[in-house]
């Protein structure tokens, strides 16, 4: 009885005196938190994809990087000390040639600066466009607001210089403060400022489709139609990235090419059935009437295809409709102009 | 096409119609109704009423209510009416282009929402009606109203022999007692029968002088009994009002949208919206819904496209909308879950078809209120503020639970308080309006293929 049994007792607490500690501690009330938002459940019946990131860079190119970047300055520097050296030896010899010189080189560095900025601006303008599609695509997959105001409001900061887009930012702009949500909102800035350039971006894709397949069937060598047909769909790359609102220089052309190689390979359905396609235009039926036109005509082919990954990437507002059905549309018109030759 | 428009009294289902013909006639605002705002909806125009038995919406007598000086809302609707509206279209497919006529018919029919309530008696005897209108008005809220019919309850005895005048006392006691459930400090929703409220053409019949009983549903009632009185009554009742109402209106429909009026159940209190959940899932199983085949097509058109919308989401901060469509979602959970499985659209949406308000916010105290201004209607008390009808005044009328769950488990009480407005002035010829662009473009949109 006396080990397992404990008496009751009482304890004396000693509370803190008012006004010693509690300044340090301040009591927290209860509180209810509300506003806590949960991502709602996606709708996988009509989603919509954004384009592909291309991969980031590895990690293990690193020492590369530094090689590249070391030789890089040097080279600037050394540029630098010949261009100093050059001016130098002009001041020597007369003071007017040098301060010509000066002048000149002064110039020189102006523009290499305002090209690199126009380059940087024209990056981030490329990933601006990314960001509205990111948002656009988020605000119809889920029905967002908030996510389809910021894409709207940056679309048409996008279009706000361009002349073509006046009448339409203006009729977008009566519905500013209409209670709308996000996948209408979307959806109506897409009626008004991107679905008429689509006609335009087809234009061009088919345009330069064609202009392949002609230029790779009078060619004289392979060599010749490598570069051709890069440099083309270089340009076709260009011309849609302007059309939606980009401003591509070299270095956003190379990124923007590299994005749409990327969107390419993963677009793996449609190669599929391109494959088939080639097959039967290039060996089957328009290799008959010529060897050298359905090489064209397989070139003109990729080009489309290229054209429409390019769309998909330069397009603000991603594209509901399947891109295959438009390349059924460009190939068809492609095989009609080919099957006829007529000349550009 | 006919397109039901269905919703218990007070819904708004006058003002819907109202609006959506007028948009269609007069165009507007609908940047999410896809078919116009693209401008192929070339001409729109009320053709002359096809049933020469009904009598037609009074569409003009409407609009000129909601316009004007002393403009105000549609009184609530007496009777039957009906509407066609026809839209001609530019199709787009090549076939319809060439060989359709692009003309489309819309059918739409008003009628008083109290009658259908009737709907689920169809599948209700008398001795079953009874006992659960009896129940349910033994318990809270409708306790405190009952006590006057629950006294000449207790005098009547349903086996006795059947006199008339008891039969039409009783009617009159109950029918006092629906509609005292029926105001709006208690807007109970489930009061069938909804002639007892809205006789329409049948006031003083024998038909409506019935109530019901104090007895089990297995009871069998004697012949010359008052109870047998009351049940070939109700058996009538249901045999030639309801159910040509039914049959001739509900039973083809093409497409529905089912209006709740949400906020006023809100307004008074839990039980009201467990009432109105209760009566939407009542009603809602007597229609046919489900995707269409073949079939069906034959046989039958199912209602292929359900469009659930909290109306009068305009007394509302847009901000709260979404908070209004998960409360919606919850009163119409059972129906949507049985709609859905037969294959029918959903969506579920907060809709001003005629928006009375603007939206401002106030700052008070380090808080901004996400507040709606307009013109209250006169009457409107809000605290200590009485409105005229003529002042203009901003309203925060609380926030909406985040949790919707708790607008039916009563922790909302007295936190909530819409207050109704007057109707808008049109702008540019076009009522201001929240969703009904979409609305049209769920509910017809691919109709103008």
């Known amino acids: ?344 | 096409m006919r397109l039901g428009v269905t919703g218990l009294s007070r819904a708004g289902k006058t003002v819907f119609i109202t609006a959506l013909v007028h948009a269609l006639l007069k165009g507007g605002r609908m940047p999410a109704f896809e078919t116009m705002a693209q401008g192929r909806i070339t001409r729109c125009y009320l053709e002359p009423q096809p049933d020469d038995t009904l009598p037609r919406f009074a569409y003009e007598s409407h609009l000129a209510a909601l316009s004007g000086k002393d403009r105000h809302w549609p009184e609530s609707t007496r009777r039957i009416s009906q509407l066609r509206i026809t839209a001609e279209y530019e199709p787009r497919g090549l076939i319809a282009r060439n060989f359709g006529s692009g003309k489309l018919h819309i059918d739409i029919v008003d009628y008083p929402g109290e009658w259908l309530l009737d709907l689920p008696l169809m599948q209700m005897s008398f001795t079953e009606w009874s006992a659960a209108t009896v129940a349910a008005s033994r318990i809270s809220p409708r306790l405190q109203w009952a006590d006057d019919w629950h006294r000449m309850l207790a005098s009547l005895d349903p086996l006795a022999p059947a006199d008339e005048q008891q039969a039409i006392a009783a009617a009159e006691v109950f029918t006092a007692y629906l509609s005292r459930c029926r105001k709006d400090d208690v807007s109970l929703s489930t009061l069938p029968p909804g002639r007892f409220l809205m006789p329409g053409d049948f006031a003083g019949s024998p038909l409506l002088a019935f109530s019901p009983l104090d007895i089990l549903p297995s009871t069998e009632l004697p012949r010359g009994s008052l109870g047998a009185l009351l049940q070939r009554r109700y058996d009538s009742y249901v045999a030639t009002i309801v159910k040509p109402f039914f049959f001739g209106h509900f039973a083809r429909l093409d497409r529905q949208i089912v209006l709740v009026d949400t906020l006023t159940a809100l307004n008074a209190g839990a039980g009201a919206v467990n009432d109105l959940r209760q009566a939407l899932t009542q009603i809602l199983t007597c229609f046919r819904q489900g995707s269409n085949s073949i079939f069906s097509n034959l046989f039958g058109r199912r209602i292929d496209r359900i469009l659930f919308a909290a109306t009068k989401a305009d007394l509302l901060h847009h901000t709260s909308h979404d908070k209004l469509e998960n409360i919606l979602k919850l009163i119409v959970a059972e129906a949507m879950a049985k709609a859905e499985y037969a294959g029918a659209d959903i969506e579920v949406l907060a809709l001003a078809a005629i928006r009375a308000t603007r939206e401002a916010s106030v700052k008070q105290r380090s808080e901004t209120l996400e507040c709606i201004a307009g013109m209250p209607l006169a009457g409107e008390v809000l605290g200590f503020s009485r409105f005229d009808g003529e002042t203009e005044a901003a309203i925060f009328p609380g926030d909406l639970p985040a949790e919707a769950h708790s607008a039916l488990d009563g922790s909302l009480e007295g936190s909530l308080r819409f207050i109704r407005f007057r109707p808008p002035l049109p702008k540019d010829g076009a009522y201001p309006h929240i969703r009904l662009d979409r609305a049209m473009e769920f509910l017809l949109g691919d109709r103008f293929a």
């Open chain 1, 1 to 344: 009885m006396t080990e397992g049994h404990r008496n009751p007792k009482a304890f004396v607490i000693d509370e803190p005196k008012p006004g010693e500690k509690l300044a340090e501690t301040p009591k927290r009330k209860p509180r209810a938190i509300t506003g806590i938002t949960f991502e709602p459940e996606h709708d996988d019946m009509a989603l919509i994809v954004v384009p592909p990131k291309p991969p980031a860079p590895s990690r293990s190119m690193r020492w590369g990087g530094i090689l590249l970047a070391a030789l890089a300055s040097l080279v600037s520097l050394w540029a630098g000390l010949a261009v100093t050296q050059l001016v130098e030896e002009f001041f020597v010899r007369s003071p007017i040639l040098g301060w010509i010189a000066l002048g000149v080189a002064a110039i020189a560095g102006f523009a290499a600066l305002a090209i690199i900025f126009r380059e940087i601006w024209a990056l981030a303008r490329l990933s601006r466009i990314e960001h509205i599609q990111a948002d656009a695509a988020h605000a119809i997959n889920t029905d967002d607001s908030p996510a389809a105001k910021r894409a709207v409001s940056h679309l048409q900061n996008l279009y706000a210089g361009r002349a073509d887009a006046q009448l339409s930012l203006r009729d977008l702009k009566q519905y500013d403060t209409d209670i709308i949500d996000g996948r209408d909102r979307v959806k109506l800035a897409e009626r008004h400022l991107v679905s008429p350039r689509d006609d335009e971006a087809h234009r061009i894709i088919a345009h330069a489709a064609r202009r392949v397949t002609l230029l790779t069937t009078v060619t004289p060598t392979a060599a010749l139609d490598i570069l051709l047909v890069a440099a083309l769909n270089l340009r076709m790359m260009r011309e849609v990235a302007t059309l939606y609102g980009g401003r591509p220089s070299l270095l956003a052309t190379l990124r923007l090419a590299r994005i749409v190689l990327g969107h390419l390979a993963v677009t793996g359905g449609l190669a599929l059935s391109d494959n088939l396609l080639q097959h039967v235009v290039g060996k089957g039926l328009l290799g008959r009437l010529s060897a050298r036109l359905g090489e064209g005509a397989v070139n003109g082919i990729l080009t489309a295809r290229v054209g429409l990954a390019a769309r998909d990437v330069c397009r603000p507002i991603p594209q509901e409709t399947s891109a295959k059905e438009t390349l059924g549309s460009l190939i068809r018109e492609l095989v009609s102009e080919a099957g006829e030759p007529k000349a550009e």
